[in-house]
């Protein structure tokens, strides 16, 4: 599995020899048809070094690396899950992927552990975030050097996180934006395992290769998830061309994007119908880990859900910080503001008939909000109160 292909106009390159394709789109790996089968049941990784857990690795076939031993062997296989407590009253009926049980608490996992299992020498990202903590994590854990570049105004806290992993940590003033295409273009020596890059897709794609083997022999009617860069979305995408041609699923579930209104590019160029993805001057959000106002996979993205017959969704600032406590609050379930706009989304294309009342839709919450503290929750609603009253007290809630 060497070929990289562009989605757009079908240019082939041999793996490693170009980081986009000459028409400027982002490229991913071609995958042999034969290769695409569902894995026996068992499969449990244990080998790996992952026992009683069913990783991505599952579906080594379909993936450029080899299955690794270590931190890498564990990324993926999580739980999908109803929620019936936050469903819309009379559906749909909702199945929550939840990514934040990877081993560094996001679906970044997925990328990061393909990638590693391919690249040797040192690797790097470009990310404040999520990205940053795997690619840290992952390097850690297989004795690799990591170059970690960060932006200027990235909090303590974060770096912190990030750092006891023991990175080459870079603060960089100057142009952020710009600092993506420098490690594409630039040879540095490090590979870098940025948000789009052809093998962080071919693992990412593997959530959807989850969802829809769990689902099997149907599919879900949709798939709902948060869009920034365009990468996991274009992982979704590529798994369910891949399936639909081996004949695994019958109908393509129809791709749904959400972003936060305040920084919403993708959703705009969706709304005026155009198949290009033009940058946006976006403001700060609680939805930090989505907040991309020039999403280098995003024209892809668009074309996932256009090919899909899906949709782009806006959430406002209020709606994605109140679906963020209601998945805490109601469902036990810490996300992100981030993943918290799939959620929310529904609820909006539920409304607009988007989706069907009777139809199976599957959100991918793409991370935990263990993190990041609770952005969502505002002053936490706690009693002080002396021991010799505690009895009294905890009575009173059951009368
Ligand atoms: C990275 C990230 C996203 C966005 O994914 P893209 O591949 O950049 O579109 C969404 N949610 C969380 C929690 C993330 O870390
Ligand atoms: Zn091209």
Known sequence: MDRLACYDCGETYPFGEAARCSCGEPLWFETDPDAVSWPDTGGRGAEAGAAGHDSLWRYESVLPAATPVGLAAAAGGTPLLRAPSIEPADGPRLHLKLEGTNPTGSFKDRGTAVGIGRLDGPIGTVSHGNMALSVAAHAAADGREAVILVAED?????????????????????????????TLERDLGVAFLNSDSPLRVAGQKTVAYE??????????????????????????????????????IEAVPRIYLAQAARCDPIARAFRRGAARVEPVTGEP????????????SGNRALAAVEATDGAVASVSEDALLAETDRLA????????????????????????????RDEDIAVILTGSGYKYGTPGAGTPSVREIDREDVPAAVRELST
Not at 329 to 355: H, K, M, Q
Request: aromatic share 4%; proline share 7%; hydrophobic share 40%.
């Open 211 to 248: 969802i829809c083997e769990a689902f099997r022999p149907d599919a879900p009617d949709a798939i709902v998830l948060p869009v920034s860069s365009g990468g996991q979305a274009s992982g979704v995408w590529k798994a369910l061309r891949e399936l639909r041609a081996a004949g695994l």
């Open 154 to 182: 990235t909090p303590d806290s974060r770096l912190a996180m990030i750092a006891q992993h023991d990175p080459h940590l870079f603060r960089v003033r100057g142009d952020y934006g710009r600092l993506y295409e420098d």
């Open 329 to 356: 609050a109601d469902a036990g379930i810490s996300v992100e503001p981030s993943c918290a706009v799939a959620t929310a989304a529904v609820r909006d294309l539920t409304e607009s008939g988007d989706l069907g």
């Open 285 to 296: 959000t609680a939805a930090v880990s989505i907040n991309n106002a020039d999403p280098p």
